[in-house]
């Protein structure tokens, strides 16, 4: 995980992979409604566009994020942030 300064998340993190070199990303989804992505965007679906490397996308089902005690993908977000 690399922490980036600056608003635009997606452009940042799209920046430094290509910097890097990497060979891939894997990024998590929060599962964000159609009406979240519409005003958020998705940075995973954002990197999967703008990415020369291979993206992957993970996201955790319901079960696996209770297990970890999260109530939601959401709140995995928050606690990262």
């Not at 635009?8 to 891939?24: C, F, G, M, P, R």
């Not at 999967?48 to 297990?67: D, F, G």
């Amino acid at each position: 995980a690399i922490g980036l300064p600056g608003f635009n998340k997606k452009h940042s993190i799209a920046q430094k992979v290509e910097e890097l070199k990497a060979d891939a990303v894997i990024v998590g989804s929060r599962g964000l409604n159609k009406l979240s992505k519409a005003f958020l965007g998705s940075v995973s679906e954002y990197l999967a566009r703008h990415c020369t490397c291979p993206v992957v996308i993970v996201r955790a089902t319901e079960e696996e994020l209770k297990e970890r005690g999260f109530s939601s993908a959401a709140e995995i977000a928050l606690t990262i942030m």
